[in-house]
């Protein structure tokens, strides 16, 4: 959700406001490259960005980087195959790979940083840090796998630059005009709560609505506006019975799914925005630098990343209490237990103030000329720190000094990924193996084929393997029998792709044993 909307955030903003010559992605197979192209096909001719962007296969990866010489490698995740892709890296190439981070908080991220202990990243290795609090988790939590496993630390960087937002999709909307579109009364104040709808991995709503209740008289010109997606729509039910319990029907308004056209609306129909997060996956707030971005001034928790962003110019920031729980150092409610659950039991101990919450929505309930003061610090906090024409230059500029500060002397080519040797584990299922001196030759089958001129059909993704051309050639050259060493010797080229081509004929019967 929130991790989605970052990064396609980060593809638009590059695109539009970087400055390298080319910009080259590697995809899975055809599908992928397919729905790339019908996703971002519209935005890139918009912006005429396409003559820019290169496709190609991940097979393909050591013949690419063979011919070009990149600045850097760039993953919109440090979990996912960050440290696979620097021994990649280590063993053909010369560009250091940076990666953002999201949420941090789930258990299983442990075993990916335990893996850069190992060997695979460098000093000119990058993880970018959307937060300070959130680079002080990385940091802590390398500590404790040195401290568990008696290894040493790994030799990446971590620098922070947070993530941005594109400012100029509100300019030119009036507030009238968006209440107009999204169906609310001109004249009342408007508190804006914006996020999906979970209290498991997003925030619980239930002490923002005591908050508001504590305040709330009946016939004020209040109005809570919680929007989002129905990421748990028994949550949304649970919302709404809630409000109704406490008696709020008439002040609070619930808008969920919202299409980015009324989303936008939304927050410039608004005066002020409000967050109580109380989840530890919450590393940033994304919605807050929207909210800055729409002259939002914030009422926020003072929690994790928000912290960041929430100076007191703009934000009026909400006590947040916490203690050194047993219960989750237990093996059965920590690694036995399952990740979602285990988030929805540890935000619920977190304490957000109730008290302090009701009083900061007061004081902007309260007092329209603070309320605009601040939106328009908001604004201008917004245009000087997270507008993504200046987080752009930022990574640009830590992408060039870790490209200037490579070594290709220094890169340590020991260790591996983590990653099974399938044959040595999994040999023992067959009844027989082949080696290069087993002797195949062509069936009459593979020779129909070539005399009608017809192709034997390939699954999806298929083609990066077999060459149909190399097919053709195998089955001319083993008329008579030849072993499998002399086929990958009269075909050239990648030995190892011959190989595999090898064996897939005689999956399908265009080889055949002798």
């Not at 850069?116 to 500590?143: P, Q, R, W």
């Not at 004249?187 to 914006?194: G, P, R, S, T, V």
């Not at 926020?300 to 928000?306: K, P, T």
């Not at 399952?338 to 902007?364: N, P, T, W």
Request: proline share 5%; net charge neutral; glycine share 6%.
């Amino acid at each position: 959700m929130g991790r989605g909307f970052a990064n396609y955030s980060f593809f638009k903003a590059l695109l539009k406001y970087g400055h390298f010559d080319e910009y080259h992605f590697f995809l899975i197979d055809h599908s992928h490259k397919k729905s790339f192209e019908e996703i971002h096909g519209p935005y890139l001719e918009k912006i005429g960005a396409g003559s820019r962007i290169k496709l190609f296969y991940r097979t393909e990866m050591p013949k690419i980087t063979s011919q070009h010489d990149y600045t850097v490698f760039h993953q919109t995740d440090h979990i996912s195959l960050f440290n696979s892709l620097c021994h990649f890296r280590n063993r053909h190439a010369s560009f250091p790979v940076t990666s953002f981070i999201h949420s941090i908080s789930y258990p299983g991220m442990m075993l990916n940083l335990q893996e850069m202990h190992f060997g695979g990243v460098t000093s000119s290795d990058a993880i970018i840090c959307s937060s300070k609090s959130g680079k002080d988790v990385l940091l802590n939590c390398f500590e404790q796998i040195r401290l568990m496993r008696d290894i040493p630390l790994p030799p990446i960087k971590m620098e922070v630059i947070p993530f941005g937002f594109e400012g100029s999709v509100f300019d030119g909307i009036g507030r009238e005009a968006s209440r107009r579109h999204m169906g609310l009364p001109p004249d009342e104040i408007m508190a804006l709560c914006f996020g999906r709808f979970s209290e498991y991995d997003k925030m619980d709503l239930f002490p923002l609505l005591q908050a508001f209740h504590k305040i709330y008289r009946k016939g004020r010109p209040w109005r809570l506006v919680l929007a989002g997606a129905a990421h748990q729509p028994e949550y949304v039910k649970m919302v709404e019975m809630w409000t109704k319990a406490l008696g709020l029907e008439e002040a609070v308004t619930i808008k969920i799914d919202l299409p980015e056209d009324e989303k936008i609306a939304l927050f410039k129909s608004a005066d002020f925005f409000v967050s109580p997060s109380d989840n530890l996956q919450e590393t940033f707030g994304l919605t807050l630098i929207e909210a800055l971005a729409a002259g939002l001034p914030l009422v926020v928790s003072s929690f994790s990343g928000y912290r960041e962003i929430s100076t007191p110019d703009v934000a009026i920031a909400v006590t947040t209490r916490w203690s050194d729980l047993d219960l989750f150092k237990a093996i059965e409610f920590g690694p036995l237990f399952h990740e979602g659950v285990l988030h929805r039991y540890i935000a619920q101990s977190v304490h957000v103030d109730i008290e302090q919450l009701s009083m900061s929505m007061l004081e902007l309930f309260s007092n329209p000329g603070r309320c605009r003061k601040m939106g328009e610090a908001a604004r201008k906090r917004f245009n000087e720190h997270y507008d993504y024409r200046i987080i752009i230059e930022r990574l640009e500029a830590l992408w060039m000094k870790l490209k200037r500060q490579f070594e290709r002397e220094s890169v340590k080519k020991r260790g591996v990924p983590l990653f099974p040797d399938y044959f040595q584990a999994f040999s023992h299922y067959f009844s027989e193996i082949l080696g290069l001196k087993t002797d195949v030759r062509n069936t009459p089958f593979a020779e129909k084929l070539i005399e009608l001129g017809q192709n034997y059909p390939l699954y999806t993704g298929m083609e990066q393997l077999i060459d149909r051309e190399n097919v053709r050639r195998i089955i001319a050259y083993t008329s008579e029998p030849k072993t499998i060493r002399e086929i990958i010797d009269q075909l050239g080229g990648d030995t190892r792709k011959t190989h595999y081509q090898a064996m897939w004929m005689l999956k399908h019967g265009l080889l055949e044993l002798c």
